[in-house]
C-alpha cells in the first residue's frame, strides 16, 4: 500500500515539476524579486536614493516599494502608465508594489569606447509591479503589444512559445542574435547607407565584428507583471544568465530562435529612426551653428512700410543664381495650423498654383522652429524652386534659407519678414505698420479723444515678441495713440505700456486671457471702466474678451483686432469686439502665388515697395497690400458680399 501512495505522489510531483518546468510565468511577485536580488548579491537603493543609480549599475543594484511609496510617486507612476499604454488597465492606486533591478558588467567603460564595435556590455533589468487586479492580463498585455508595435514588433508575428495571453496569464518573449542581426542590416543598403550617415563611421566594420544577443521576457501571472531584458554585447552573457537562474525565468528567451521576421521588421524602424536622427541632427547643428553674428530677430526693423502703390518690377528669381530650372515645385512653410488665418493662408496658395499647373509642397509646423526648419530642408531636398516662407521665428530660418540660396532656390517671406539674411528675395505681405496704425486711429475716433471730455483708461496686448510683425504693429498703434497717453487723455492704468511688457508669447489666447486678469483684478476694481483695449490680433483679443467676461462688469470696452478670425468676427456681431483688420488671405495668398509664378517663368516680378522694408542685410523688393478693417457696420460687405465666410458660418 505504501509502495503505491509513494509511487502515486511521485508521479503527482514529477507531474508538477513537469508543469512548473513549462509553466508559462514565473509568477514573479514582490517577495520573491527581492529574494532574487539579495542572491545576486545587488545594492539595496532607496527611494532617495535614486540619483546613485548611475554609480551602482556596474556592480549592480535593486529598488522594491509599495503602496506608501507608490502614493507619494503616484504622478510619475501615472505617467509612466499611459507612455507604458497601461493606463487603461489600472493606474497608480491599484498598484501593490513596484521594484526593478539592474546590472551592466563594462557599464563604466562605455565612456572610454572609441565606437560601437569598441562596446562591451553584459547586462541584465528585471522589472516588478503588482497591480492589484487580477484577470487584466489580456488589457495589460494589449497595452504592451501596442508599446512594442511602435518598434514594428507584431504579436502577430510572434510564434506561440513567444507569445501566449489567457484572462489570467500570458508572456511575451524574444531573442535577438546581434550576429544574425548583422547580417540583416549589411544586406539591405539603404539601412546601411542611413547608418553610415547617422553615425558617421564605417558601419560594416562595426557589423562585421558584431557578436552578442538581446533578450526580452514579459510575464503576467494574476495581478503580478514581470519585465526581464538583457543580453550580452561583445561580451560572454555571466550577468544576463546569473539573473536568469536568480529570477526564475520560467523561459529564457535565449534558448528561443531569432524571429527573422520581427528581425527583419525591426531594420525598417531602424532605417527610419536613422534618417530621420541624421535629418533631425543636421537641422539642430544649422540652428546651433554660428549664423555669422547675425543672430536675434530684430534686426534694423523698418520704421514701417509706406505701403506705396504702383509696381517696380524687379528681375525674376535670384538674378544671381540659375534658379532650379524646371521642376514646377514650390514649397510652401506655414508657421502653425491653430491660428485659421494660417491655414487659409496655406489652403489658397496651394489651390491657386496648382491651378496654375504647378507641384506644390505645404506643410504646417505647429510653431515648433526645429520642425519649420526641417520641412523647409525637405523642400530643398526635394527641388522646390521657390519657397515661401512665414517664419515663425525669424533668425532659426536664417540657416536653412542661406543652404536653399546656394541650391539656387528663390525665396519669397510671406507675411512675415525675415531678417539677417541676404538669402530672401522678395517679401509679400500688408502694410504691418499700417495694420497697428489703422487699429489706434479706430480707438481715437471711437473715443473722440479729440473732442471728448476727461479722460479714459486704455490696456495694451501686443502680439509674440519674436514675431516681427508684432513690433510692426505695436509701433503703428503706438504712433497714434501715444500723443493721448502723453497728454493724460489716455491713461494706461497698470503702467504697462513698453512692447516687451505687453507682447503675448505665440500669440496664444490663454496667454492674453491670463495677463488680463490679472491687469483686471489689480487695477480695475469694480466702478472703475476700461475704455479701450488695444490688441495687435484676434486670437489675442479673444483672451482680453474671455478675461473681461469673468471679472468685468462694465461695458465692452473699444477692443481691436486683426485677421478676423470667424469667432472674433461673431465677437463684433455681437457687439463684444468693435473691429478687426482684415488682411484678405486671399489677396495676399493670390499675390504671392502670382510672384512665384513669375518667378519660374523668368518673369519680372510685381513689385510695389523696393526701399521700406531693410532685414538688416539689404532691401527686399516687397509687395504690399492695403489692408482695411471690419466693423458691424461693413463686415456683410467686406466678408459675406465678397465670398470670404458665408453668413451662416458668421451666426452664432
Ligand atoms: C502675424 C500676422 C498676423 C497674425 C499673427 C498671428 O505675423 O501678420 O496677421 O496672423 O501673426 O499669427
Redesign the pocket.
Known amino acids: 500500500m505504501k509502495k503505491k501512495v509513494l509511487s502515486v505522489l511521485l508521479v503527482l510531483v514529477m507531474l508538477a515539476g513537469v508543469l512548473t518546468g513549462c509553466s508559462k510565468t514565473s509568477g514573479m511577485n514582490k517577495d520573491k524579486f527581492v529574494k532574487a536580488c539579495e542572491k545576486l548579491k545587488l545594492t539595496e537603493l532607496e527611494i532617495d536614493e535614486m540619483d546613485e543609480i548611475e554609480e551602482n549599475v556596474e556592480d549592480g543594484f535593486y529598488f522594491a516599494g509599495d503602496e506608501d511609496l507608490i502614493a507619494d510617486k503616484s504622478k510619475i507612476i501615472d505617467t509612466y502608465l499611459k507612455i507604458a499604454k497601461l493606463s487603461k488597465a489600472f493606474d497608480s492606486d491599484d498598484i501593490v508594489s513596484i521594484a526593478f533591478a539592474a546590472k551592466c558588467a563594462g557599464y563604466d567603460d562605455i565612456k572610454e569606447s572609441e565606437g560601437p564595435e569598441d562596446v562591451e556590455l553584459d547586462g541584465a533589468f528585471a522589472f516588478q509591479m503588482d497591480f492589484g487586479q487580477k484577470d487584466k492580463a489580456e488589457d495589460v498585455m494589449d497595452g504592451i503589444a501596442k508599446l512594442l508595435k511602435q518598434v514594428n514588433i507584431k504579436t502577430k508575428k510572434l510564434t506561440p512559445k513567444e507569445y501566449y495571453v489567457s484572462k489570467n496569464e500570458g508572456y511575451i518573449r524574444f531573442h535577438i542574435d546581434l550576429e544574425k542581426f548583422a547580417r540583416i542590416i549589411l544586406d539591405d543598403d539603404d539601412l546601411t547607407d542611413s547608418l553610415k550617415d547617422l553615425y558617421d563611421v564605417d558601419i560594416e566594420d562595426t557589423m562585421e565584428d558584431l557578436k552578442g544577443d538581446i533578450a526580452v521576457s514579459v510575464e503576467i501571472k494574476g495581478s503580478n507583471i514581470f519585465i526581464f531584458a538583457g543580453g550580452a554585447v561583445n561580451s560572454e552573457k555571466k550577468v544576463y544568465k546569473d539573473f536568469v537562474k536568480a529570477f526564475g525565468l520560467a523561459t529564457d528567451p535565449m534558448s528561443l530562435p531569432m524571429n527573422e521576421e520581427v528581425a527583419d521588421d525591426m531594420t525598417e524602424l531602424i532605417v527610419s529612426y536613422a534618417k530621420y536622427i541624421s535629418k533631425a541632427r543636421d537641422a539642430k547643428k544649422r540652428l546651433t551653428d554660428p549664423i555669422g553674428g547675425t543672430g536675434g530677430t530684430g534686426g534694423t526693423g523698418s520704421t514701417g512700410g509706406t505701403g506705396s502703390t504702383g509696381g517696380t518690377g524687379s528681375t525674376g528669381g535670384n538674378p544671381d543664381n540659375k534658379g532650379i530650372q524646371g521642376s514646377g515645385k514650390v514649397g510652401i512653410s506655414m508657421?502653425?495650423k491653430d491660428?485659421m488665418?494660417?491655414a487659409q493662408d496655406g489652403d489658397r496658395m496651394k489651390k491657386e498654383l496648382e491651378a496654375m499647373g504647378y507641384t506644390v509642397d505645404l506643410r504646417y509646423a505647429g510653431n515648433q522652429v526645429t520642425v519649420q526648419v526641417q520641412q523647409i530642408q525637405d523642400m530643398i531636398e526635394i527641388g522646390c524652386e521657390v519657397i515661401v516662407v512665414?517664419a515663425i521665428e525669424s533668425s532659426s530660418v536664417i540657416q536653412v534659407l542661406e543652404n536653399a540660396k546656394a541650391q539656387g532656390v528663390t525665396v519669397i517671406a510671406y507675411?512675415?519678414l525675415i531678417y539677417g539674411t541676404e538669402a530672401v528675395d522678395y517679401y509679400v505681405?500688408?502694410d504691418?505698420y499700417m495694420?497697428g496704425q489703422l487699429q489706434g486711429k479706430y480707438i481715437v475716433e471711437a473715443l473722440d479723444l479729440d473732442n471728448a471730455n476727461g479722460s479714459f483708461n486704455i490696456e495694451i496686448t501686443a502680439?509674440?515678441p519674436t514675431?516681427?510683425?508684432?513690433a510692426l504693429?505695436y509701433q503703428g498703434a503706438m504712433d497714434a495713440i501715444k500723443p493721448y497717453i502723453d497728454s493724460g487723455k489716455l491713461k494706461v492704468l497698470s503702467g504697462q505700456k513698453d512692447f516687451k511688457d505687453v507682447a503675448t508669447d505665440s500669440?496664444k489666447t490663454d496667454n492674453a486671457q491670463a495677463r488680463a486678469e490679472n491687469i483686471l483684478a489689480a487695477y480695475y476694481p469694480s466702478g472703475t471702466n476700461i475704455d479701450a483695449w488695444l490688441c495687435?490680433?484676434?486670437?489675442t483679443a479673444c483672451g482680453v474678451i474671455n478675461a473681461l467676461d469673468k471679472y468685468y462688469k462694465g461695458n465692452y470696452p473699444v477692443i481691436t483686432g486683426?485677421?478676423c478670425d470667424i469667432l472674433s468676427v461673431k465677437h463684433i456681431i455681437a457687439g463684444k469686439q468693435a473691429m478687426s483688420?482684415f488682411?484678405d488671405t486671399r489677396t495676399l495668398a493670390s499675390q504671392a502665388a502670382k510672384m512665384a509664378s513669375q518667378v519660374m517663368n523668368g518673369q519680372k516680378v510685381d513689385v510695389n515697395d523696393t526701399d521700406t522694408y531693410n532685414n538688416g542685410k539689404k532691401d527686399i523688393s516687397s509687395y504690399l497690400c492695403s489692408p482695411v478693417f471690419v466693423t458691424v457696420d461693413n463686415y456683410k460687405t467686406i466678408l459675406v458680399d465678397s465670398g470670404y465666410y458665408t453668413q451662416d458660418a458668421l451666426d452664432y
Open positions: 508657421p502653425t491660428l488665418r494660417w512665414a507675411d512675415r505681405s500688408f504691418n495694420v502680439g509674440d514675431d516681427n510683425n508684432a504693429f500669440w495687435s490680433n484676434d486670437s486683426q485677421d483688420v488682411k
